[in-house]
């Protein structure tokens, strides 16, 4: 279940770029269907070939009709393509999300099967286990840049597995299905040219141009990035000299670039005579084609040292580092960190508290400086005011396209290491205020949940009450259980808020959003084995423990914790984050183990945790720290509907 969750999400994303700014989405599917799944143990005793059937025409569909998303939509940028095409996002969306609750609804019912035939605990158990399996093994196909078809042929054996008929013809109907996802997923991969990053679809085309070699990088389908020769593109696009022009001493000794990519910003830096550079950049494909094919062989040059991480991360590792120019070189992500509403790859980047950072690493007659396409002038001012809260001072602001609001913004580390050509006219009325670690949405202009969030999440909320009423009957079935209902829509917040809290501690990388999501599951089996091991504390005192844990949480800042070395700040944070967690599992452990029906207990605890998934945009609105409040809350209501005879066990 868990593997082909995690397949959905990273490719419906390649393909639909809707998905890359709304991958929760799919999860919030993938908890309907699996709580579904469960719900229909009993109803029925055939077998779910309905699965394989729909993801046999989701891929085909996904394929013939891909989509691009508008580039504003009521307050919130996305960076995407110049125009818009294929079905509108009202309906691919929750299209999108019932194909993903039916093909989960699949395996989620065999596995609902076997809970009645083992003790509840011992179930699951293995449903963990299974869990971090299919973690475990998603993980390793994106750290050996494996392509679709390989998930899809994973996903066809295991249908084959679990479904496998006894009658021919019913095992020729089973392989049809099978071989339209693996076929289809083959084409995408010989036809497509790409490479598959562990965050992208990259794909690339290299070109003559009035004779100068380049290469068109695309991820997600959508234009990225291009590598030119460093001569050519300053004389075709000035503005990328301009953070040399802006600093008064001139000095490259030490340069820092956020955002190397394909290596142009790199070849730059060393064309003005950088001596040493470190090229930060998160997605290893990126950086493997400019090693390739960049026309300058940037890092190639013994001054580059290259570095395949977060860029913030970078920053808070390296604290001893000083730099005459740090550059952050659009970094721009088409793509959110999986699990977390609206944090996207590039997110803690461009906080007051990392600019704060850039500056502690310049020496003294220092710069930092960054540059993008910044599509609105309140975008262009939020940074600059940004950029003077953290520095100090204004900073220099070049607009050099009013359209598309293509500007450079650097800072001196004093005003006189800065050489502006015209002083800044500052933030406006309407400039939003700039962003800190807790709400680090930069692309958000109000403190608000966009209109289009709202009116997706509430057709999924509408389409989700439909779909459980047709699936498991009367809701009464499930009223006993409204405490673990509880319990799923807290510890859904609670996750987010840990996978959001370890991408700031150390990196938006992939590999540590996969530590997460498998620490979780240790720490969620590390509370069943304990539960059916040894006896524990009654569920009033473990309720005592998780809010205490909570309340621990919220004491302990991610500031503070940045301030730490780095293993230290790893116990520490382990400890904080992973509290809460156990006693939270500890909880839902006793109280699913002393369940009269634990099918209609699993599922209705799945259900919420999607509703979880919806309340995870308040974070956009609160911040994430106030999550710890809201899921403080739901658990105390969880507590108050606790059967009185659970009380004492």
Same mark, same amino acid.
């Given at each position: ?13 390649s ?47 996904i394929?013939?009709?891909p989509? &691009? ?10 960076w ?35 809970f ?35 998930? /899809?042929?994973? @996903? ?49 085309k290299?070109?003559?141009?009035? /004779? ?19 001569? =050519? ?15 008064? =001493?001139?000095?490259l000794?030490?340069?820092l ?11 730059? @830096?060393?064309s003005?005579g ?11 494909k ?11 062989k ?17 920053l808070?590792r ?13 970094p ?28 502690d ?11 993008? *396409? *910044?599509?609105e ?23 050099v ?8 913004? &650097? ?7 800065q050489?502006?050509a015209?002083?800044w @006219?500052?933030?406006t @009325? ?5 962003t ?14 966009p209109? %289009? ?7 999924i ?22 405490d ?11 996750e987010?808020k ?8 150390f ?6 959003n996969?530590?997460?999501? /498998? ?11 304990v ?12 309720y ?16 503070w ?43 209705a ?7 979880? /998934?919806c ?10 720290q106030?999550?710890? %409040? ?20």
């Open positions: 279940m868990l593997f082909l969750e995690l397949a959905l999400i990273r490719w419906t994303g393909n639909i770029v809707h998905l890359s700014y709304f991958t929760n989405f799919v999860l919030l599917g993938s908890f309907l269907g699996i709580g579904l799944g469960f719900l229909r143990v009993g109803r029925t005793t055939r077998q779910p070939y309905y699965s394989p059937i729909v993801l046999a025409i989701l891929v085909p569909i394929l013939l009709f989509v &691009t998303v508008d580039r504003q939509a009521e307050g919130i940028l996305y995407t393509s110049l125009s818009t095409s294929g079905p509108p996002a009202w309906l691919i969306l929750p299209v999108i999300f019932m194909a993903a609750a039916i093909v989960l609804m699949g395996p989620a019912e065999l596995v609902g099967r076997c009645p035939e083992l003790e509840r605990l011992e179930a699951y158990r293995y449903d963990l286990i299974g869990s971090l399996t299919g973690i475990g093994l998603f993980t390793a196909l994106s750290f050996l840049s494996a392509p679709p078809v390989v998930w /899809g042929a994973i @996903a066809a054996i295991a249908y084959a597995v679990l479904l496998w008929p006894r009658t021919v013809w019913a095992r020729v109907a089973l392989a049809v299905p099978a071989l339209v996802i693996v076929g289809a997923l083959g084409m995408e991969t010989l036809t497509a040219g790409a490479l598959w990053s562990p965050y992208y679809k990259v794909t690339y290299n070109s003559l141009w009035n /004779g100068v070699p380049l290469m068109d990088i695309s991820v997600n389908g959508i234009p990225h990035q291009q590598a030119t020769p460093a001569k =050519s593109k300053l004389e075709w696009e000035g503005q990328y000299g301009l953070p040399y022009a802006r600093s008064a =001493s001139g000095k000794d030490d340069v670039i956020v955002g190397a990519g394909s290596g142009t910003d790199v070849s730059i @830096a060393l003005k950088a001596k040493r550079v470190d090229a930060v950049e998160i997605d290893p990126l950086l493997e084609l400019g090693r390739t094919y960049h026309p300058d940037p890092y190639d040059d013994p001054r580059v040292t290259a570095h395949v991480t977060d860029g913030r991360a970078f808070e390296n604290s001893d580092k000083k730099y005459d120019l740090i550059l952050f070189a659009l721009d992500s088409l793509t959110l960190v999986s699990g977390a509403s609206s944090l996207r790859l590039e997110s803690y980047l461009f906080t007051q508290q990392a600019m704060e950072a850039a500056r690493h310049l020496k003294p007659d220092g710069v930092f400086s960054m540059y993008n *396409y *910044y599509r002038t309140w975008l262009v001012d939020r940074l600059g005011s940004t950029m003077q809260a953290a520095f100090g001072h204004k900073p220099c602001v070049d607009v396209s009013e359209a598309g609001q293509q500007a450079v913004i &650097t800072a001196g580390l004093t005003t006189g290491t050489k502006c015209a002083e @006219a500052g933030a @009325a309407e400039t939003p205020p700039p800190g670690d807790d709400r680090p949405f930069l692309y958000l202009k109000d403190r608000t949940i209109q %289009i969030y709202i009116i997706t999440l509430g057709l909320l509408i389409v989700s009450m439909l779909a459980v009423r047709a699936v498991a009957g009367p809701y009464r079935r499930m009223r006993p259980y409204a673990l209902f509880l319990l799923g829509v807290a510890f859904l917040l609670l987010t840990n996978v959001t809290g370890f991408a700031l501690l990196g938006t990388t992939w590999v540590v996969a530590i997460v999501f /498998g620490g979780v599951l240790v720490a969620v089996l590390a509370a069943v084995e539960t059916r091991r040894f006896r524990v504390p009654s569920l009033p005192v473990m005592g423990v998780l809010l205490g844990g909570l309340v621990l949480a919220w004491l302990v800042p991610n500031s914790l940045l301030g730490l070395p780095l293993p230290v700040r790893a116990v520490v944070a382990v400890v904080v984050a992973f509290l809460p967690i156990f006693a939270a599992n500890v909880v839902f452990a006793k109280r699913f183990a002393d369940s009269e029906n634990g099918t209609l207990a699993f599922g605890n799945l259900l919420g945790a999607m509703v979880g /998934g309340l995870e945009y308040l974070a956009l609105v609160v911040g994430y106030a999550l710890l %409040i809201v899921a403080g809350l739901i658990y105390l209501m969880a507590f108050a509907l606790l059967p009185r005879t659970a009380r004492i066990a």
